[in-house]
């Protein structure tokens, strides 16, 4: 059973970068054909996709973030990181990094989710 | 963006009771609908993918339903357990996948 697990400060200055690390254990990042993902929750809202990296390495990013975000992966540590430039107080919110697997019927479920980590962004 | 409209956005049933949650696409999606359960303080869990597959550990009672525009979370027998708030999510256009605005359930 795959776990992940997210780390990375609680509170951000406004405009630095947030850096947030996920670290997978019970399964390889480099596992043909998944997606590793970052998803965000501001405190009482909905869900945002954040982007992902693919086990071929190749990311994509939600256009709305794009120019602020880089998702990196470190396989000798196995473990898969995100940076949030330029930060604001929408930013706060919940960063959860999760797992996408292959074999879904192209419907690319999040199965796999970390516990989540507040990140606070305030002076 | 695919925009996923949920509703109701709470509603509140009796322990037996048959719960159903509707998301509606702002754009045909094929199946390519996802279900999750959300507890306070939680991560999201995985109950349905591909608009009806039922994922792995998942109660039966749970179902799923859909194609096109719109969808169905269907809780047969309501179980105090199943106290939580549901999102569904698509992911036909994958950038980005975007997810309902939640449905929250509680017990009467």
């Known amino acids: 059973q795959v776990q992940l697990q997210e780390s990375g400060p609680g509170l951000v200055k406004p405009s630095e970068t947030l850096s947030l690390t996920c670290t997978v254990s019970?399964?390889?990042?480099?596992?043909?054909?998944?997606?590793w993902n970052w998803i965000r929750q501001p405190p009482g809202k909905g869900l945002e996709w954040i982007g992902y990296i693919h086990s071929r390495g190749r990311t994509s990013y939600n256009p709305s973030l794009k120019s602020r975000v880089t998702i990196s992966v470190d396989t000798s540590k196995n473990q898969f990181s995100l940076k949030v430039s330029s930060l604001s107080a929408a930013d706060t919110a919940v960063y959860y990094c999760?797992?996408?697997?292959?074999?879904?019927?192209?419907?690319?479920?999040?199965?796999?989710w970390g516990q989540g980590t507040l990140v606070t962004v305030s002076s | 963006d695919i925009q996923m409209t949920q509703s109701p956005s709470s509603l509140s049933a009796s322990v037996g009771d048959r719960v159903t949650i509707t998301c509606r696409a702002s754009?045909?999606?094929?199946?390519?609908v996802n279900w999750y359960q959300q507890n306070p303080g939680t991560a999201p869990k995985l109950l349905i993918y591909?608009?009806?597959t039922l994922q792995s550990g998942v109660p039966s009672r749970f179902s799923g339903s859909g194609s096109g525009t719109d969808f169905t979370l269907t809780i047969s027998s309501l179980q105090p357990e199943d106290v939580a708030t549901y999102f569904c999510q698509q992911s036909y256009s994958i950038l980005p996948p975007t997810f309902g605005g939640g449905t929250k359930v509680e017990i009467k």
């Open positions: 754009q045909s999606i094929s199946s390519s």
């Open positions: 019970g399964g390889s990042v480099s596992s043909a054909n998944y997606y």
């Open positions: 591909a608009a009806s």
């Open positions: 999760a797992r996408i697997p292959p074999n879904t019927y192209g419907s690319l479920p999040f199965d796999s």
